[in-house]
T-cell receptor, first 114, second 114 residues
Framework: AQSVTQLGSHVSVSEGALVLLRCNYS??????LFWYVQYPNQGLQLLLK??????LVKGINGFEAEFKKSETSFHLTKPSAHMSDAAEYFC????????????FGTGTSLTVIP | NAGVTQTPKFQVLKTGQSMTLQCAQD?????MSWYRQDPGMGLRLIHY???????DQGEVPNGYNVSRSTTEDFPLRLLSAAPSQTSVYFC?????????????FGSGTRLTVV
């Protein structure tokens, strides 16, 4: 079975500061890992994904995430926060089996302080 | 490039009423799914389908029915609406056979049951 834990339901950073959103997963097989972003009153958009190629994955809007198997983590980072980064972020895991079923974390709401 | 289209965007139902949430995709995706999003609980899988004529239950299927008569459409039916079904509903699709394929989400249906 797969599961995802996102540490911190709310994170606040100052504009220009480092963004770090934490995600730990459990998976019985090599996982596929994803980060999605949800802006207010919108659907989820794919930020980036890890599919067993490079462990450091670069996504859209300057975000990146590093897959660390030993720590079962896939934390999302951005060097310098922008006001437009304020949104809800979801980490998800899939084993690529079971019809590509995903398991989502409970989300982290990011606030950017001017 | 419509992607995943959900209708309606907003709906208010009275307890006991039934209704169907529509979902259509034009990407020839085999896999389609329905999630509900509730504060603090992330996204929970209701039902999913790996192809036309095939459906299965997710984490929270009670009170919902689905069918998949075509590749494009995956409607979600509420049999007898209850206040506990007040939520935001998202439809998502992906290619099934390519492991690690990300989901494409619709923009959501905000349902209130009074």
């Amino acid at each position: 079975a797969q599961s995802v834990t996102q540490l911190g339901s709310h994170v606040s950073v100052s504009e220009g500061a480092l963004v770090l959103l934490r995600c730990n997963y459990s998976s019985s097989v090599p996982p596929y890992l994803f980060w999605y972003v949800q802006y207010p009153n919108q659907g989820l958009q794919l930020l980036l994904k890890y599919t067993s190629a490079a462990t450091l994955v670069k996504g859209i809007n300057g975000f990146e995430a590093e897959f660390k198997k030993s720590e079962t983590s896939f934390h999302l980072t951005k060097p310098s926060a922008h006001m437009s980064d304020a949104a809800e972020y979801f980490c998800a895991v899939s084993d690529g089996l079971s019809g590509n079923q995903f398991y989502f974390g409970t989300g982290t709401s990011l606030t950017v302080i001017p | 490039n419509a992607g995943v289209t959900q209708t309606p965007k907003f709906q208010v139902l009275k307890t006991g009423q039934s209704m169907t949430l529509q979902c259509a995709q034009d990407m020839n995706h085999e896999y389609m799914s329905w999630y509900r999003q509730d504060p603090g609980m992330g996204l929970r899988l209701i039902h999913y389908s790996v192809g036309a004529g095939i459906t299965d239950q997710g984490e929270v299927p009670n009170g919902y029915n689905v069918s998949r008569s075509t590749t494009e459409d995956f409607p979600l039916r509420l049999l007898s609406a209850a206040p506990s079904q007040t939520s935001v509903y998202f439809c998502a699709s992906s290619y099934t056979q390519t492991g690690g394929a990300g989901y494409t989400f619709g923009s959501g249906t905000r349902l209130t049951v009074v």
